[in-house]
């Protein structure tokens, strides 16, 4: 038996194996150990454990692996190697933690849960097609190359460091968690038709989060066709990061967007000038203005201009759900902080029609009972088209066509007027340049 309760190994709080040398079983002794096993010699002892294991009350085999020292050139998982229990694997929970592993091949193997957190991987982890319903790797260092493409309900790598190339084509069921993560070298995020992060037939969109992770290599990474809907990055640096075929769009929102702004509107904060304000509030309208700068200079880097200006409008409307202002909400109001050309045009023409009938209404030659009335209309369009040019001409600061002998009031409206429209006309010819610059 490889389990006795009589004699137990000092290699991690948990075992009771069968100490072989130096108080430690054949799992825990070093690779380097004058006594360790060969890699043929330790897949046997791993087959006869997984073999000899015990349904727990899920109908779960529980396989407790922490601490284990695998041997030199060791590949864990080998499929020809572990075929013989490979109906027993789909059905494992498998806890290799604070483990030093060689390398990882999992290739058409069902493995229920697979807990490779807080260990060390000296080779190279493949996890090929395969359907495991968790995989946590946090705190793991990879020191190798990581590629993953299996089918997972939930993927947990929070704090794991990934030193070479790393890889993500998996089909992700419920979350995916990279928070924390360093990513050194070039970084892969792929799938066909948005499968990676898509969402399942529930409609419910995939969490994924990258809070506070670290791209070391931005200009090298790369999300393709995947689904962001419900993604974070928080505190990450995106500028050189490319996004090619992404989904960010949020109904709730009516354009492409972050989630984390979608549950702040889901708390009703809304632009208020009366709004409280609180350390916390603050705070993550702070984090949210960072995350959508950071995706839109990423975008506008390539040359997705559409989706870059969404990302500005989030960017503008969580600055002014952090702190109320005049100044950007009459942004908002003029062009949809320089997107819309069709709004801010509409309003520069309406500022003419405004300032004309208010002209016509202080007129002291014109009242709107003669222009009703008067049956000279010949005189009445004569002196209409007389305003009409003096409104062009104060809207477009032209001295020439400004009427003569107005009242006080007047030359307020005109002055007022004076510096309306023109800042109006600059909104849409900023919205005009963004529009053709996409």
Known sequence: MIETKNKECKGHSRCQRIPVSDGLCAFHLPSDHKNSLSCDKYNDLLIEEIKEAKENRDDIFELHWEGFNFPKDHVLFDFL??????????K??????ESNIQNILIAARDIHTLILSDSIVHGDTTIGVADIRRISTGKTIFHGKFHCASRTHEFDARGAIF???????ATIYKRAIFTNCRFLKSCIFSGVSGQVFENNADNEFRIVGFDYSIFGKPNETLFQDVDLRKASFNSVALVDVRFNNTNFYQEELNRNGL??????????????SNQAKNNNTIKRFHHL?????????AMESNKEYTKAHDFYIGEMESRQRQNWSFVIGLYRFSSHFGTN?????????CMFIIHFFLSIILSPDISILKLCCDSNMANNWLQLSDIAIHSISTGTLQRVGLLENTSNWQSLIDLIFRVLIPIQAAMFVLALRNKTKR
């Open 341 to 349: 050309y069709t709004r801010a045009f509409c309003i520069l023409i």
């Open 92 to 97: 494992s929970w498998i806890n290799i933690r």
């Open 289 to 297: 203005i960072y995350e959508y700068r950071q995706i839109r200079m």
């Open 259 to 272: 989630y984390n702004e979608v549950k702040e509107l889901q708390k009703n904060n809304k632009p208020s």
């Open 163 to 169: 030193e070479d190339e790393f890889s993500f084509t």
């Open 81 to 90: 190697k572990f075929e013989a229990v490979s109906e027993k694997l789909s």
